[in-house]
DNA sequence: AAACAGTTTAACTATTTGATCAAACTCTAG
DNA sequence: CTAGAGTTTGATCAAATAGTTAAACTGTTT
């Protein structure tokens, strides 16, 4: 009754989870990653782009394969930009939340954070890109998936670690500080350097020639300065 | 010669500074301003789409004008985008630098920085999305500008008060730090929780309520929790 | 008022875009 | 081999897009 009714499978509307759900793949025609493909190839697009500025076709000719199998596999443009947005919001929260629940000191707990946000940003540039980019338009695609996560606090790493900076302050591991704005001082720290890359490339000529040096760098950095930011008055180094 | 020989202005290619120069106003038809709110419309939609994500159409509803204007005034899209972009550059480049040319000592230098950054960045929001948009995708328009500006190295703020640092370094006033890295996280620090802000509000909803409380209070934070993590070790606060 | 330069408008073109569809293809199951 | 489900393709459509143009309009100058 829904449109046509061709065999269709359209995942990305159903289970906006993994790119390729392996679970349900009913190889006959030689498929070969198709959707997979497609899939690498809209993160890309849509993060240089923008929902907006993508065109269909550029993603096609990006992935390699016919126009007409992005609609196969993902029925409109729309819901191609979901099924990107949320197995990357999914992976994002997901990922580094088991890290913080272990029961560290604050020093540890937020090297952990820092160096597992790092880690994945500049591991997935294109999907941290695309995360701004909704968050710069303030689309309102982010602001549903991103109060759907505040309601369960606990799953969101960055409300964890402002929590841990909380009570960091209270046992006196840090000095007293603005936990909201010195958590959106480590977010800012790690993602922007990786979101503005190509114009920090220009500044840092290094950080193209070793990237990995610089990834390291930053981290250590990063940790760093905030520990010495926020070491209670009068202890020692 | 050059395409057909009306009477255009197209103030846009030639002089790509001020955006409506007052000098050549030749007030007639009552243009009452017209190009500016052209400019300000397109700099609103460039920063939310994107150069590609922008319609020409969108741009003429948002500024209350026909859409034949657009091209009557700034002859292409492209070249609509450069005339805004190349006026937020050199606004934004222009800004800063007199205010750290005063010889203060480090902590007044930052504070100086940090202030003039932030209230630049919130007073311009669309203009900041919109370069940081340029950034991300690395298109070669924001490369030739800034590679022309670094050239000039003592009219980029940015790198200006990176020399600062590493004087004051040398000078004892701060600890030994990454002068590259330390001047990322100042940038950081000021420009992303106001180009997410969209995102931020969710997380802090008194911004909203109270957008000047929130901006003076991230001046406060991070002079303050800069100072902190840069200051020599062992001088007590 | 007549001429004129600058401005605004609506109608138009050519191209690009997202989307659809039937036909062809590929592999497996019976 | 044949039937059939799933996949791929090229052709095609309607809508949207950037850009053009001639005519109408505005105010100023003569």
């Given at each position: ?11 990305g ?8 759900g392996e ?15 497609i899939?690498?190839a ?5 993060a240089?782009k ?5 065109r ?10 016919n ?62 890109r695309?995360?701004l ?50 958590m ?7 993602l922007f ?8 490339r ?30 209670p ?5």
């Amino acid at each position: 009754m829904e449109s046509t009714d061709n065999t269709a499978p359209v995942v990305g509307a159903g289970d906006p989870s993994t790119p390729a759900g392996e679970g349900a793949s009913s190889e006959s025609g030689e498929s070969a990653g198709t959707e997979q493909r497609i899939f690498k190839a809209a993160t890309e697009v849509f993060a240089r782009k923008g929902q907006a500025g993508a065109r269909m076709r550029e993603i096609a000719e990006h992935a390699e394969i016919n126009p007409a199998l992005l609609h196969y596999y993902f029925r409109s443009k729309s819901q191609l930009y979901e099924a990107v947005f949320a197995h990357g919001f999914k992976q994002f929260m997901g990922g580094l939340g088991q890290s913080l629940k272990a029961d560290l000191d604050f020093e540890e707990s937020l090297r952990t954070f820092v160096h597992g946000y790092i880690d994945y940003i500049h591991t997935h540039q294109d999907m941290a890109r695309l995360m701004l980019n909704e968050c710069t338009c303030g689309g309102p695609i982010l602001e549903r998936y991103l109060t759907a996560a505040v309601a369960k606090r606990d799953e969101m790493p960055g409300l964890m670690m402002e929590d841990r900076i909380v009570a960091a302050i209270e046992s006196g591991e840090i000095r007293p500080v603005d936990p909201q704005h010195t958590m959106l001082t480590i977010v800012s720290s790690c993602l922007f350097p990786f979101v503005a890359l190509p114009t920090v490339r220009i500044f840092h000529p290094e950080a193209a020639d070793d990237f990995e040096a610089f990834v390291e760098g930053r981290k250590k950095h990063v940790v760093d300065l905030l520990l010495s930011g926020l070491r209670p008055a009068g202890s020692a180094e």
